[in-house]
């Protein structure tokens, strides 16, 4: 079967995060190529009437990265599943597996729709060329450019900017400390 990309950037970056599940056990096993599923609760952070396929952009885990990704939503044709998911395969090698972990996805280009295959090694094979095309997409700037929003926090900006550094932590610490002495002083 013929499989057509057509590689569109997003109008607007999708920023999705949530725990890393358990699924099918099916990606590493049947397939080589493991997805972190996020959980079904995460669903409700896509945009309303979004449209099931293959898209790419970053992700951040427990905080390291962004590393590219490519991720799969909708309910894999091939295997018929009942439920929806969206399972981003991280381009990284990993020592472990990381269930449980804090992931933080943004979409920022959309490949094609998901696709039934004749067989397992059509969709193997679709899927090594997904993870092609996506890496070359990535290295353009206009998807570079949106690396760090995989680094958004659900606290918004203001927690973003918290979660993003140590020193920011500090900073805003200091002056807290700075306000509330200069009131206390005041006061006296
Ligand atoms: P499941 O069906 O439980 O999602 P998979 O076979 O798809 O099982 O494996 C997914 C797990 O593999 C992830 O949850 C993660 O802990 C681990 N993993 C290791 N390397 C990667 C990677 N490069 N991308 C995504 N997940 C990875
Ligand atoms: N499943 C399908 O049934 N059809 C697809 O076209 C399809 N494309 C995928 C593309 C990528 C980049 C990834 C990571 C997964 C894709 N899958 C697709 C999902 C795949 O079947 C799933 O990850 C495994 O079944 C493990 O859950
Ligand atoms: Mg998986």
């Known amino acids: 079967m013929e499989v057509v990309r057509s590689v569109e950037m997003l109008s607007e970056p999708v920023v999705m ?4 599940v358990k699924g099918f056990g099916r990606g590493s096993k049947m397939l080589g190529i493991p997805t972190a599923n996020l959980p079904e609760s995460s669903l409700s952070q896509l945009p309303h009437d979004w449209r ?9 885990v427990g905080g390291k990265g962004p590393y590219k990704m490519v991720t799969s939503v ?29 992931i933080h996805i943004v979409m920022t280009g959309y490949l094609r729709p998901e696709l039934n295959f004749d067989g397992l090694e059509s969709l193997i094979a679709a899927i090594h060329d997904d993870i092609e095309v996506s890496s070359k997409a990535l290295d353009q700037p206009n998807h570079r450019a949106l690396r760090r929003l995989a680094h958004t926090s659900p606290g918004g900006v203001f927690g973003g900017f918290l979660g993003s550094s140590p ?22």
């Open 52 to 60: 099931t396929g293959i898209y790419f952009g970053w992700a951040t």
């Open 167 to 188: 020193v920011a932590v500090a900073v805003v610490g200091v002056a807290a400390a700075f306000a509330v002495s200069f009131v206390f002083l005041k006061r006296k």
């Open 74 to 102: 909708g309910w894999n044709p091939y295997f018929a599943n009942k439920t929806k998911t969206v399972e981003p395969h991280l381009l990284n090698e990993f020592k472990e597996d990381f269930y449980g972990a804090e």
């Open 17 to 20: 995060n949530g725990v890393v």
